[in-house]
Structures are given as structure tokens and as C-alpha cells.
């Protein structure tokens, strides 16, 4: 059972792993800053989180690539510099495997046109979002069949 200590520890170090910081905190950076042992660390992160801190770290990265080449004119390859990536050729790799598609090629199928103001298209828009935008139902709609006259 987790306390609420750990889990806010857990909730932190998620936080920091995310943060754009130079130089990047190692796992074990980041699991000692929680005051937690780097193996015990990734065991409880990966129970809570369903993935590694390492997962986490590196989808994180394409999320912030992705937000980048949507919404900029900034090359790829800054991009990848700018998102922790030291070389274009894993960076498009790991992308592209994350994504089923290129950077560029992302770029072109979620770009919006020259002209319009740049902003998240909504596929790109996380589910849990757009509910939470959404107007509350009117009223409950029944599943049961009406009563018989």
C-alpha cells in the first residue's frame, strides 16, 4: 500500500523527469532527490505510472515534439536538440516509432494552413480534455425501455 508521502514524492519526481532542466537529471538523480533507492524507484514508478521513469521521460519528449512542430517553424533538428535528443537519427527513430510517421511527415498532416493562427488540432488533444470542455448532459437519458400502456 502506498502512503501519501511516497505518493506525492512519486507525483514530484514525474514533474521533474517532464522538466525542460539542463543538464537532465538522471533516474537516479531524480529517485535520490525523492530520498528513494534508484531500483526500489523505478519498481513503485513503474506499479504506479504503468511505465518506466525512462517510458515516461522519453514520451514526454515526443509529446514536447510534437506541440513543437505543430505549432513553429523551428527545423527539426532543433527540435530534437531542444526536446533532450542528441542525435536526429534516434530522434526521428524513436518518433517515428512512437508515432508511425516522421517528424516531417507529422509536421505536414498536422500543420494547419499558412495564415491561420497556430493552435492544437483535435486529434492532437488529449481525450480526458476535451471532456472536461464538454457541457454537462441536460438530463439523464434512460437505457430502460419505456413502460408498456
Same mark, same amino acid.
Given at each position: 500500500?502506498?502512503?501519501?508521502?511516497?505518493?506525492?514524492?512519486?507525483?514530484?519526481?514525474?514533474?521533474?523527469?517532464?522538466?525542460?532542466?539542463?543538464?537532465?537529471?538522471?533516474?537516479?538523480?531524480?529517485?535520490?532527490?525523492?530520498?528513494?533507492?534508484?531500483?526500489? $524507484?523505478?519498481?513503485? @514508478?513503474?506499479?504506479?505510472? /504503468?511505465?518506466? =521513469?525512462?517510458?515516461? !521521460?522519453? #514520451?514526454?519528449?515526443? *509529446?514536447?515534439?510534437?506541440?513543437?512542430?505543430?505549432?513553429?517553424?523551428?527545423?527539426?533538428?532543433?527540435?530534437?536538440?531542444?526536446?533532450?535528443?542528441?542525435?536526429?537519427?534516434? $530522434?526521428?527513430?524513436? @518518433?517515428?516509432?512512437?508515432? /508511425?510517421?516522421? =517528424?516531417?511527415?507529422? !509536421?505536414? #498532416?498536422?500543420?494547419? *494552413?499558412?495564415?491561420?493562427?497556430?493552435?492544437?488540432?483535435?486529434?492532437?488533444?488529449?481525450?480526458?480534455?476535451?471532456?472536461?470542455?464538454?457541457?454537462?448532459?441536460?438530463?439523464?437519458?434512460?437505457?430502460?425501455?419505456?413502460?408498456?400502456?
Amino acid at each position: 500500500m502506498l502512503h501519501h508521502d511516497l505518493l506525492v514524492r512519486l507525483c514530484q519526481t514525474r514533474d521533474w523527469l517532464r522538466a525542460d532542466e539542463e543538464p537532465r537529471p538522471s533516474v537516479a538523480t531524480v529517485a535520490q532527490r525523492a530520498g528513494i533507492a534508484p531500483h526500489h $524507484f523505478i519498481r513503485v @514508478f513503474n506499479a504506479v505510472f /504503468g511505465q518506466t =521513469p525512462h517510458q515516461y !521521460r522519453v #514520451r514526454a519528449q515526443i *509529446e514536447r515534439a510534437k506541440h513543437l512542430l505543430v505549432l513553429t517553424d523551428t527545423p527539426v533538428t532543433d527540435i530534437c536538440m531542444a526536446v533532450g535528443c542528441s542525435s536526429l537519427g534516434s $530522434f526521428s527513430t524513436r @518518433f517515428t516509432k512512437h508515432t /508511425g510517421m516522421s =517528424p516531417t511527415a507529422f !509536421r505536414r #498532416r498536422y500543420r494547419p *494552413e499558412p495564415g491561420v493562427a497556430a493552435h492544437l488540432p483535435p486529434a492532437l488533444v488529449p481525450g480526458c480534455f476535451s471532456l472536461m470542455g464538454a457541457a454537462p448532459a441536460e438530463k439523464a437519458i434512460s437505457e430502460k425501455r419505456p413502460a408498456r400502456r
